[in-house]
């Protein structure tokens, strides 16, 4: 298992509609592994194939707190197959984002279908921070970042500061 670099917006990778999995093979079990750890290195809670740089349809998540036992999940070709009514507002973040936080409203509760480790098919409801971040890791799959909810200007405003922290860190 390996760390990958994380890709920061504006990237173009970051805006391409990813490929499904075409088989759950040795290949997609090592990315989902190395993507479980950069995940929990960055530290985040989801990370989606295409901030590695791997256009494919897969992503990790893990919501649980700090003082409970990790619940590393694999979501293999996921789709969202309902959501409620009623929504919720979280101050999201994204590990390609680093740092720039903002509200942005979501269905409170999700279904998604997706394959596991096994390529066995799956379908789970996710509610609170499970479903927002669920919702947050399919749009990048979709190539759509948190920011395209939020308004032209802040949008502008936060990929400005992206472009300066990326070429501060080319310069280190």
């Known amino acids: 298992m390996s760390v990958k670099e994380i890709l920061i917006h504006p990237d173009p990778l970051l805006k391409k509609v990813c490929a499904a ?3 759950v093979d040795a290949d997609v079990q090592a990315l989902a592994r190395d993507m479980l750890e950069t995940m929990y290195d960055a530290p985040g809670v989801g990370l989606a194939a295409p ?3 791997a256009l494919r349809r ?3 998540m893990d919501c649980t707190s700090k003082e409970e036992e990790p619940e590393p999940l694999v979501l293999i070709n996921p789709a969202v197959v309902w959501t409620s009514d009623e929504k919720n507002v979280y101050n999201e973040g994204c590990l390609s984002i680093p740092e720039m936080y903002e509200d ?3 269905p ?3 279904v998604v279908q ?3 480790l096994q390529g066995a098919q799956q379908e789970r ?3 609170g921070l499970w479903a927002t971040c669920a919702q947050h890791e399919i749009d990048h799959l979709n190539g759509k970042l948190f920011i395209d ?3 032209g200007l802040k949008r502008s405003m936060i990929t400005k500061k992206m472009l300066k922290l990326k070429k501060e860190r080319a310069r280190e």
Do not use: I, K, N, P
Request: charged content about 30%.
């Open 114 to 116: 997706f394959l596991d």
């Open 108 to 110: 409170a509760r999700a």
């Open 125 to 127: 409801e996710f509610d």
């Open 104 to 106: 942005v409203e979501r």
């Open 51 to 53: 901030q590695v740089g």
């Open 58 to 60: 897969l992503f990790v």
């Open 149 to 151: 909810y939020l308004s």
């Open 21 to 23: 999995v075409e088989a």
